[in-house]
C-alpha cells in the first residue's frame, strides 16, 4: 500500500503524530496546501484574528501545561505578525513550534509577493529553524522541531515551507528515533559538581537559595521544597519562578529584583552564597552587575551550559537538568550535614526583621479612587491559589506578581525577559485553552489591553471563557511612574484617555463578552464574585484605579541593588542592619 501523500497531508500527519491537539493561527496564500488536510484532522485549529495573537496563545498554552505550543501562519507579513512571540518565547525558554508557509520554492529570493526570509529574520531568536522545499524532509523536519524545542533548554523552533513543498508528493515516514549531531542536551549532572556544591552549602553562613523560571520548565517545585528544608536557607524566586516555591512557607523572601522585596533583594546583596537554580542572572535582578552579591560563591545549577559564567562566575558549575540537579544535591548534602551543619540563626534573624520591616504594602489614594494593587489583591484572594494569572507588560505586571498569592507552579504567566505588551490576552487565551476547568484571569493595563484585545472575538466564537481584568490608569504606567521620578513629571506621551475613549465595557459587548465596570472600591469585591459566576462568557471588567499609583520598591535601572528605593525614601540604611 502506497503511503503516497501530498506535502501538505505529510505535515497535518506528522503534528498528528507529533501529539498535536490544538494550534493556533491563521490561513494566507502560500500556507494554503495545509489548510485543506486540516479540515479533515482531529487537530484543534483555532482560527486567531492576529499571528501575533497565534503565538502568544501558542506560549500561554505551553506555560500551563509544559508542552510544545504551536502555532501557524502565512509568508510574508503573516510569519513576521510571529516575531515577537517567537523573540518572547525565545527570552522565556518557552517550547514553541511556528509553522510557516513560505513563497514557491522558485521564487524565493526574487521578492516575490508576500516574500520574507523569516528563517534569517528569526535566526537569532529560534533554538534551531528549517526552511522546506522538498516535501520528503517535512516528516522529518517536524519531529526534529518538536523534539528540539521540548527537550533541553526550551525555546521556539520555526518550520518554514516553501507552498509547492506542500503541494508536491511524497511518501510519508513518520522518523521512529532522532539522532541530530551536536544536539545532545546534557540533563545528568555531573557527580564531582554535586559533591563540591555540597562542601560549599555545608560552610555557607549566609546562603540562598536563587530560584529561577528553569525550576518549573524542569517540574522541580517538589525537590525544591525538599532542598530548601533541608538546607534551612532563605528562598527568593524571580519573576519567571513566581509559584515555584509557596509563597505561604515560612523560608521564602519573596521576589527580588527592580521591584523585589527589601529582604529578597538584600538577601541576595548580604549573601556569602547564591545556590542559583535555574537562573540566568538577569540585569533585572542584579542591578549594576559589579555591585551584586560581592561577598557571594556562586553555586549556578542550569541546563544551557551557554548561561554558566555568562553574566557572573560560577564557582561551583552544575549542567544539567535542574530538577536531576536537586535530586542528586540532596543526599549529598545530607551525607555533609552529618558532618556539620551551618547555624544559620543569625542570618534568619536579619532577614526576618528586614521581612517584617519592609514588607511590601501600598497606602490607599487619599482621593478616594481606586488603588491597584488593591484591586489585584483582591482577584488573587477570591479566586485563589489554583486560578491561572496572566499579565501583560507594566505596572499591574508587577503588582500582580507581588499581592497575589502564589503557591503552585504554573499559575503565573507573563512576558519577563521580552517585556511583551499586549501578551496577556492571548497568553491567557491558550492558558484557558490548555487548562479548560481553570480559572484564567488576564491581569491586563489599558495600555497593553489596546494591543491585543481583539482575541477577545476569538475567545467569544471558540468558548474560551477568560476573565480580563483593565487596571485602567489612563496611562502607560511604568513610564509615567519612571517620568515622575526621572523626568520631572514631564508627561510625555504616556497619556492614553482610556476612561473615555474607547468605553471597554461596550467593546467587550461588541466582541461578544460580558462588559463589566468597577468604579468605587466598595465594589471591588461584588464585581470580582459578578466576573467569577460568569463562565460561559468572556469576561472584561474596567477597573478605574489611581493614576499615579507607583510601584515600590524599586531599583533604578543601572543602579546598585543596594540603592533601592522604598516608596520615594532613600535606601535603608544597611550598615545599621549590621549586615
Not at 523534539?147 to 503541494?167: F, N
Request: hydrophobic share 45%.
Amino acid at each position: 500500500m502506497s503511503n503516497q501523500v501530498t506535502g501538505a497531508q505529510s505535515l497535518v500527519k506528522s503534528l498528528e503524530h507529533a501529539g498535536v491537539d490544538v494550534m493556533f493561527g491563521i490561513p494566507g496564500g502560500a500556507i494554503l496546501p495545509a489548510y485543506d488536510p486540516i479540515y479533515d484532522s482531529k487537530i484543534r485549529h483555532i482560527l486567531v484574528r492576529h499571528e501575533q495573537g497565534a503565538g502568544h496563545a501558542a506560549t500561554g498554552y505551553a506555560q500551563v501545561t509544559g508542552r510544545v505550543g504551536v502555532c501557524i501562519a502565512t509568508s510574508g507579513p503573516g510569519a513576521t505578525n510571529l516575531v515577537t512571540p517567537i523573540a518572547d518565547a525565545a527570552m522565556d525558554s518557552v517550547p514553541m513550534v511556528a509553522i510557516t508557509g513560505q513563497v514557491p520554492s522558485a521564487a524565493i529570493g526574487t521578492d516575490a509577493f508576500q516574500e520574507a526570509d523569516i528563517r534569517g529574520i528569526t535566526m537569532p531568536i529560534t533554538k534551531h529553524n528549517f526552511l522546506i522545499t522538498n516535501p520528503d524532509h517535512i516528516a522529518g523536519a517536524i519531529a526534529e522541531a518538536f523534539h528540539i524545542a521540548g527537550t533541553g533548554r526550551p525555546g521556539p523552533v520555526l518550520v518554514d515551507i516553501a507552498k509547492d513543498a506542500l503541494q508536491k508528493m511524497t511518501d510519508f515516514k513518520w522518523p521512529t528515533k532522532i539522532n541530530l549531531a551536536g544536539y545532545n542536551p546534557k540533563t545528568k549532572p555531573a557527580s564531582q559538581a554535586i559533591r563540591d556544591a555540597a562542601a560549599l552549602i555545608a560552610q555557607s553562613k549566609k546562603p540562598v537559595l536563587y530560584v529561577g523560571g528553569g525550576v518549573i520548565k524542569a517540574n522541580a517545585s517538589k525537590q525544591l521544597l525538599q532542598l530548601a528544608e533541608l538546607t534551612g536557607a532563605p528562598v527568593v524566586t524571580t519573576l519567571m519562578a513566581r509559584g515555584a516555591f509557596p509563597d505561604s512557607h515560612s523560608l521564602h523572601l519573596g521576589m527580588p529584583g527592580m521591584h523585589g522585596t527589601v529582604a529578597a533583594v538584600t538577601a541576595l546583596q548580604k549573601s556569602d552564597l547564591l545556590i542559583t537554580l535555574g537562573a540566568r542572572f538577569d540585569d533585572r535582578v542584579t542591578g549594576k552587575l559589579s555591585t551584586f552579591a560581592v561577598n557571594a560563591k556562586i553555586i549556578h545549577a542550569d541546563i544551557d551550559p551557554a548561561e554558566i559564567g555568562k553574566n557572573r562566575f560560577a564557582d561551583v558549575a552544575i549542567i544539567g537538568d535542574v530538577g536531576e540537579a536537586m535530586t542528586a544535591l540532596i543526599p549529598a548534602l545530607e551525607a555533609e550535614f552529618k558532618k556539620s551543619k551551618p547555624d544559620l540563626t543569625q542570618w534568619w534573624n536579619q532577614m526576618g526583621s528586614l521581612r517584617s520591616k519592609y514588607p511590601v504594602g501600598y497606602d490607599h489614594p487619599a482621593d478616594g479612587s481606586v488603588s491597584p494593587q488593591y484591586v489585584i489583591e483582591r482577584i488573587g484572594a477570591i479566586s485563589g491559589p489554583d486560578a491561572v494569572y496572566v499579565a501583560g507588560v507594566g505596572q499591574h505586571q508587577m503588582w500582580a506578581s507581588q499581592f497575589v498569592k502564589y503557591e503552585k507552579p504554573r499559575t503565573w504567566l507573563n512576558s519577563g525577559g521580552a517585556g511583551t505588551m499586549g501578551y496577556a490576552v492571548p497568553a491567557a487565551m491558550g492558558a484557558k485553552v490548555g487548562l479548560p476547568d481553570a480559572t484564567v484571569w488576564a491581569i491586563d493595563g489599558d495600555g497593553c489591553f489596546q494591543m491585543t484585545n481583539q482575541e477577545l472575538v476569538t475567545c467569544a466564537l471558540n468558548n474560551i471563557p477568560i476573565k480580563v481584568a483593565i487596571i485602567n490608569n489612563e496611562s502607560l504606567g511604568m513610564v509615567r511612574q519612571w517620568q515622575t521620578l526621572f523626568y520631572n513629571s514631564r508627561y510625555s506621551n504616556t497619556s492614553l484617555e482610556s476612561k473615555r475613549i474607547p468605553d471597554f465595557v461596550k467593546l467587550a459587548d461588541a466582541m461578544g463578552c460580558v462588559g463589566l465596570r468597577c468604579d468605587t472600591t466598595g465594589d471591588v469585591d461584588k464585581v470580582i464574585k459578578e466576573a467569577m459566576a460568569i463562565n460561559d462568557q468572556p469576561v472584561v471588567v474596567d477597573f478605574s484605579v489611581f493614576r499615579d499609583a507607583m510601584v515600590w520598591p524599586m531599583v533604578a535601572a543601572g543602579t546598585s541593588n543596594d540603592d533601592i528605593m522604598v516608596a520615594r525614601e532613600t535606601a535603608p540604611d544597611w550598615d545599621s542592619q549590621e549586615l
